[in-house]
């Protein structure tokens, strides 16, 4: 079992950033992949960002060239910089772990951090 925490959010203005972080912890097994995604409301959850073990990244095209994901190995935690957030970025964001044990793949959630971009 993983647990993940989260940290980060809060209320800015447009033009603004924002830092999130997200630790990992309570499991031996090799953590594949951490990332973000987030769900505004009425709508459904999305990639944000994603970094594998061997840091691979993939960003949505809406946040490409303003926020950046990163990943330190040695502490299990993510973080996304992001930088020039506007009200459109207004969302919960959910940190995302995938851990492989055995030969399965599983998914583990944050419990969301809300960012709010105000106009």
């Known amino acids: 079992q993983v647990q993940l925490v989260e940290s980060g959010g809060g209320l800015v203005q447009a033009g603004g950033s924002l830092r999130l972080s997200c630790a990992a912890s309570?499991?031996?097994?090799?953590?594949?992949?951490m990332g973000w995604y987030r769900q505004a409301p009425g709508r459904q959850r999305e990639l944000v960002a994603l970094i594998t073990a061997i840091r691979s990244i993939n960003y949505a095209d809406s946040v490409k060239g303003r926020f950046t994901i990163s990943r330190d190995n040695a502490k299990n935690t993510v973080y996304l910089q992001m930088n020039s957030l506007e009200p459109e970025d207004t969302a919960v964001y959910y940190c995302?772990?995938?851990?492989?044990?055995?030969?399965?793949?599983?998914?583990?959630w944050g419990q969301g951090t809300q960012v709010t971009v105000s106009s």
């Open positions: 995302l772990c995938t851990v492989l044990s055995g030969r399965e793949l599983y998914d583990y």
């Open positions: 309570g499991s031996n097994s090799v953590i594949k992949a």
